[in-house]
């Protein structure tokens, strides 16, 4: 049962407009929120992240939104540029609840910007 | 300063042989986890070290799994008796662990292919 869901397996945008990633997940306990960024043949970088304190946390062309009582969260992602085209994880942690800070990935979302 | 470093890069492997991989965390990070990200799947929690800690193994899929901390640094994640599902990129990452910060630091990943 996945915890961490990311129903959109792929995005296409266009250079210059908003792109939004989706996010949604199960467990109650998560209180931290993470999102990565993935190229081809390297490792995930991290993006940006969010307490469940907050509901919005922003980073440059960055933003992060959170509703605890929908438990959703979505990147906001303007303006899009092609450099961004590349697969974001959704991420989240149960730190408060005492877990070891292991991260619960959700599928990845492939994002294309289009020139 | 140097990231986290993982090897070998690509492994293939006959089916039945064992395997090891290596994960050289960012100097002085005290956490060390591994993931593993199969075809198609977001990336799956394994193996957390923390400092001298007992290790949190509930991610191992089965005991042909394991993986040791040398030194509170350089980490070896052994498979045996290898499967063709165990084909996937393994991941490893560390972080400082600190109050405000939980991001994770990745390296470019081993892709293992069993044959």
């Known amino acids: 049962d996945q915890q961490v869901k990311q129903n959109s397996p792929s995005l296409s945008v266009q250079e210059g407009r908003i792109s939004i990633l989706n996010c949604d997940y199960t467990?109650?306990?998560?209180?931290?929120f993470l999102w990565y960024k993935k190229y081809p043949a390297e490792g995930p970088t991290f993006l940006i992240s969010?307490?469940?304190?907050?509901d919005k946390n922003e980073d440059g062309r960055f933003t992060v939104f959170l509703n605890k009582s929908a438990k959703h969260l979505s990147l906001h992602i303007v303006p899009s540029q092609p450099g961004d085209s590349a697969v974001y994880f959704c991420?989240?942690?149960?730190?408060?609840?005492?877990?070891?800070?292991?991260?619960?990935f959700g599928k990845g979302t492939k994002l294309s910007v289009k020139p | 300063g140097a990231g986290v470093s993982q090897s070998p890069s690509n492994k293939v492997t006959e089916k039945g042989k064992d395997v090891e991989l290596r994960c050289d965390p960012i100097?002085?990070?005290?956490?060390l986890y591994w993931y593993r990200q199969s075809l198609g799947q977001g990336l799956e929690f394994l193996i957390y070290?923390?400092?001298?800690?007992?290790?949190?193994k509930s991610g191992l899929p089965s005991d042909r799994f394991s993986a040791e901390r040398t030194g509170g640094s350089v980490s070896t994640l052994t498979i045996q008796r290898t499967q063709q599902e165990d084909s996937a990129v393994y991941l490893c990452a560390s972080s400082t662990v600190a109050a405000s910060s939980y991001e994770q630091y990745f390296g470019p990943g081993t892709r293992l292919t069993v044959t």
């Open positions: 969010i307490s469940s304190i907050k």
């Open positions: 991420a989240a942690s149960a730190l408060g609840g005492g877990s070891q800070g292991n991260l619960i």
């Open positions: 100097s002085g990070h005290t956490a």
């Open positions: 467990n109650s306990m998560f209180d931290y």
């Open positions: 070290f923390q400092g001298n800690s007992a290790p949190d």
